[in-house]
């Protein structure tokens, strides 16, 4: 059974670092790019970035280049998603999912969501 | 960047009912949209790609149309799980979401 399992919810405070991790299974890791996607409270879903677990190729939105780092293990198969200074703006669930491999693709599959909290 | 509109962003609607959701795309993405539903406190979950192929478990009574820009999910006969939050998604340049569509009881 394929799963991506998020680590947990987080509440930091404006300024502070933070790194959470998303664990795939059931399923080649290196095989399938791994995306985040941002939910803010009430709204719609981002796509935030993308990366191949197997060359650490990346793709940004041009809205979040330079905002965020999108990282992967793929010893561990775990992708991760970065942050070096958060801010209050930050504050929302994040979710990683898994790309279908092939040239156009859709997310099949969803991490369970991470809950960042950032206030002072 | 492609941009992708949904209408309405509400709908109300009753068991039984047959529904419709429009997607528009700001651009020619063939047939490369998929719809996703997502309900409370969950994550999304993928119901139709490449237009109108149907994920497999997903029900039949969901099915999907369109190319180039325009693009509908229906719903044949909602049911009561059905009631969520509904979004499109292209996958031709990157990948857009549309604004969502909430399907509520009327």
């Known amino acids: 059974e394929v799963q991506l399992v998020q680590s947990g919810a987080e509440v930091k405070k404006p300024g502070e670092s933070l790194k959470i991790s998303c664990k795939g299974s059931g399923y080649s890791f290196s095989s399938h790019w791994i995306a985040w996607v941002r939910q803010m409270p009430g709204k719609g879903l981002e796509w935030m970035g993308i990366?191949?677990?197997?060359?650490?190729?990346?793709r940004y939105s041009p809205s979040f280049q330079g905002q965020v780092t999108i990282s992967a293990d793929k010893s561990i198969s775990t992708a991760y998603l970065q942050w070096s200074s958060l801010k209050a703006s930050d504050s929302a669930l994040y979710y990683c999912?898994?790309?279908?491999?092939?040239?156009?693709?859709?997310?099949?599959?969803w991490g369970q969501g991470t809950l960042v909290t950032v206030s002072s | 960047d492609i941009q992708m509109t949904q209408s309405p962003s509400t709908l109300s609607a009753s068991v039984g009912d047959r529904v419709t959701i429009t997607c528009r795309a700001s651009r020619d993405i063939s047939s490369w949209l998929a719809w996703y539903q997502q309900k409370p406190g969950k994550a999304p979950k993928l119901l139709i790609y490449?237009?109108?192929t149907l994920e497999s478990g997903v029900p039949s009574r969901f099915s999907g149309s369109g190319s180039g820009t325009e693009f509908t999910l229906t719903i044949s006969s909602l049911q009561p799980g059905d009631f969520a939050t509904y979004y499109c998604q292209q996958y031709n340049v990157y990948w857009t979401f549309g604004q969502g569509t909430k399907v509520e009881i009327k």
């Open positions: 999912a898994r790309r279908r491999s092939g040239t156009y693709d859709p997310f099949d599959y």
């Open positions: 490449d237009a109108s």
């Open positions: 990366i191949n677990p197997d060359d650490s190729d990346i």
